[in-house]
């Protein structure tokens, strides 16, 4: 993963294969930390191999392997807890709480949820269910440097919001565009992922008006919370070289639609050879969209959104319309807004992006949240870098803009162990507090309390929630200057 690669000679690949990672190999790695590159379950291309030979495995490469083999074991059951636990909170809530539900049973009239359908909610939903948006005459508006108000809509809750709704199933996305928005649902994309045979990627895209659009959105979907291969993907430390793109995590470039996970060119060629409806592919569908979008709304802008893995392939997404010269979709883009987003490339695709986005690039960063710190930077073996001016958060809705990392990049740093617990409970506490000091808005109920004391244990995971992102921003204050 080296920056100083050029394009033509830019060939090198490095891939985990956590599947193949058997006991023995997890003692190997975390008690006689052998040479990485030596173990059967790590493919690289001959030059990486050649730098990372001496190299012994570092503790942080080590217990990332032996999360995701854990996550990988976890799966299916994980997936099952997930359905059931969205299965009674939606099942709950259609029947009027637990006292409705009794009565419904009594009397035979229970109201059984169907997923898929437009009332039901995920658990992202459940915890923060606030669907309605925040004009910019309401709130006290903070403008990102070159990002200005659009109307009466304030762009960086628009772009919240929208990363938040981008977690709920189709019918829902189109029912909260069109009845609580007022705006112009496009439509909602579920995506093929060539390495998974499945349909794992998702996201949709609005326009703010059916006519003569001013704003086009395009929200990705983020880490699912009971789905083990979305937070396997957020910690994997794969890449490919994509040549002038520089070093580009493997897992999200799969789920933009990578076709070859060695091979640059045939991973991304600038027009698929095959059209299958039935599998769509997320880069090709929603670039071929945003064409179609573009010559009906001459004048519209777009804004690019989307929280946790959501962020990352907003990211990815206009650094692939750059490699294929794609600059009317380009040129058009508004602003690229991430929330609680991973790394996603090394220092040149740092450089690269930055460079085609210019000011047009924020990435939200909500205290200790324990994704924007993975996949780790970590030389030799790993060297994910973060892009564009970093929106730091604190725990009281504070915020800092900043070209450089946010505190504890690695997250496991000792020296921030006691602020991280202490950030954790203050957070339980202001989630008792904020209903009553910020109007009801920010009142959080009990599953929501519950999520935060969850934070007492794994306070990097309570902090990625959706909601401090929404908080942040419709109460943040600025501390500090603006890059």
């Given amino acids: 993963m080296d920056s100083k690669t050029s394009e ?4 090198d690949y490095m891939i985990y294969r956590h599947e193949n990672i058997s006991l023995l190999d997890l003692l190997s790695l975390l008690i006689f930390r052998r040479h990485l590159i030596h173990y059967n379950f790590v493919e690289s291309s001959s030059s990486v191999a050649g730098s990372l030979e001496g190299v012994l495995t570092d503790r942080i490469t080590a217990l990332t392997c032996v999360l995701q083999k854990i996550l990988y074991m976890i799966r299916t059951p994980l997936k099952w807890i997930g359905h059931i636990v969205e299965f009674l909170l939606n099942l709950i809530c259609l029947n009027g709480g637990v006292r409705g539900l009794i009565w419904n049973v009594i009397t035979v009239s229970v109201v059984i949820p169907r997923r898929g359908a437009a009332h039901f909610r995920s658990l992202i939903a459940h915890i923060d269910a606030r669907l309605d948006l925040r004009k910019s005459d309401s709130i006290h508006h903070i403008h990102l440097d070159k990002l200005t108000c659009l109307g009466e809509t304030d762009p960086l809750d628009l772009a919240m919001m929208a990363a938040k709704l981008a977690y709920e199933n189709g019918e829902y996305i189109k029912d909260a565009v069109t009845n609580h928005w007022k705006m112009h649902f496009v439509g909602f ?34 880490t699912e919370p009971f789905n083990a291969q979305d937070w396997s993907t957020d910690v994997d430390l794969s890449w490919l070289c994509m040549g002038k ?42 670039r071929d969209t945003l064409r179609t979008l573009l010559k009906k709304h001459n004048n519209a802008k777009i804004l690019v959104t989307g929280h946790s893995l959501g962020g990352a392939l907003a990211a990815i997404f206009p650094a692939l319309l750059a490699m294929h010269e794609e600059y009317d979709i380009l040129d058009s883009i508004y602003g690229v807004m991430t929330y609680g987003q ?17 000011k047009r690039y924020y990435r939200m960063v909500y205290r200790y949240d324990i994704v924007p710190r993975v996949p780790f930077d970590m030389p030799p073996v790993a060297m994910f870098k973060h892009c564009g001016t970093c929106i730091y958060y604190d725990g009281w809705y504070e915020r800092q803009a900043m070209n450089e990392d946010s505190p504890n990049p690695n997250y496991f740093d000792v020296k921030y162990t006691i602020p991280v617990y202490l950030n954790a409970l203050g957070d339980l506490m202001k989630a008792l507090l904020l209903g009553r000091t910020q109007g009801k808005d920010f009142k959080e109920e009990f599953l929501s309390i519950l999520y935060r004391a969850s934070g007492l244990i794994l306070p990097g995971v309570a902090s990625h929630s959706p909601r401090d992102y929404v908080n942040g921003g419709r109460l943040a204050k600025i501390t500090g200057k603006y890059s």
Avoid at 8 to 11: E, H, L, T, V
Avoid at 255 to 278: C, I, T, V, Y
Wanted: proline letters at 4%; one cysteine or more; charged letters at 25%.
């Fill in 245 to 286: 793109l520089g070093g580009v995590h493997l897992g999200f470039l799969k789920a933009l639609g990578l076709q070859h996970e060695m091979d640059r060119k045939k991973g991304f060629p600038k027009e698929l050879s095959r059209n299958d409806p039935g599998k769509p592919v997320a880069y090709y569908v929603l």
């Fill in 8 to 11: 033509a000679s830019c060939d």
């Fill in 189 to 222: 994309y579920s995506c093929w992922n060539e390495f998974l045979q499945d349909k794992t990627t998702q996201a949709f895209i609005l326009c703010d008006k059916t006519e003569d659009a001013d704003l086009i959105v395009l929200a990705f979907r983020g």
């Fill in 342 to 358: 991973p790394r996603v490339g090394d220092a040149t695709f740092k450089k690269y992006v930055e460079s085609i986005l210019s």
